[in-house]
């Protein structure tokens, strides 16, 4: 069974304060590895999709990393803006109806982010 | 980025009644999903549903649960007696388009409460 496990579960940083959240994950075999951001009462925002070790990605302030069994979500210089919770997700490699491998993901608890001004 | 819109946002209803939730994206999208995030919770897979058919579902989608694309933009999920416990966001997904081919992409959810 994939497994998704984020830490820590709630951050507090001054404004300003990188920092970086944690994603370890198990799965049988990694089609990709997803971070999205949910705000309050919404819907997870898309960031990332990263598919093989060593790969990154950055946007804003925000970078994504993975290796073969976790992911790191680098936050440089936050905002109060930047407060929100962040989701990591796991998609197994595998067949589903039609040939793809657009399976479900599963998710982490998150972590809650909150920057002080 | 593709939009999907979901109504009701909010849904209240009795222990055993029936409920739809609906979801509708603004262009032809093939694949579709269910998710759900009880309060303080993991966000949960239901049901994934590829050119009319489900391809892949989860333990907790029973016989209670259905989903279904009655006219062929809109996706459903029904739970044909509502308990206690299915009280959560319910969150449908799309795939993305041709230059984000596996991205899922989420609506903003239907809260719904069970009383």
């Known amino acids: 069974e994939d497994q998704v496990t984020q830490s820590p579960e709630a951050l507090r940083l001054q404004e300003g304060e990188s920092s970086s959240l944690n994603c370890s994950y198990t799965v049988s075999g990694l089609r990709g590895l997803f971070w999205y951001r949910q705000d309050p009462g919404k819907g997870p925002e898309f960031l990332f999709t990263?598919?093989?070790a060593g790969e990154e990605k950055e946007k804003e302030r925000l970078k994504a990393t993975l290796t073969k069994k976790e992911s790191f979500l680098h936050i440089t210089a936050p905002k109060p803006e930047d407060s929100a919770t962040y989701l990591c997700a796991v998609q197994a490699v595998g067949l589903w109806a039609g040939g793809t491998s657009y399976g479900k993901l599963t998710f982490g608890q998150g972590t809650i982010l909150t920057v002080h001004p | 980025e593709p939009e999907v819109t979901q109504t009701p946002s909010h849904q209240v209803t009795q222990m055993g009644q029936e409920v739809i939730l609906r979801c509708v994206p603004i262009?032809?999208?093939?694949?579709f999903y269910w998710y759900r995030q009880i309060l303080g919770q993991k966000v949960e897979f239901l049901v994934s549903f590829y050119n009319n058919e489900i391809s892949e579902k989860s333990e907790i989608f029973d016989d209670q649960f259905s989903v279904e694309r009655p006219d062929g933009s809109n996706f459903t999920l029904k739970i044909r007696s509502t308990k206690l416990e299915d009280s959560a966001m319910y969150f449908c997904?799309?795939?993305?388009?041709?230059?984000?081919?596996?991205?899922?992409?989420f609506g903003a959810g239907t809260r719904l409460s069970v009383l």
């Open positions: 997904a799309i795939l993305g388009g041709r230059t984000a081919k596996n991205i899922q992409y």
């Open positions: 990263l598919y093989s």
């Open positions: 262009s032809n999208h093939l694949y």
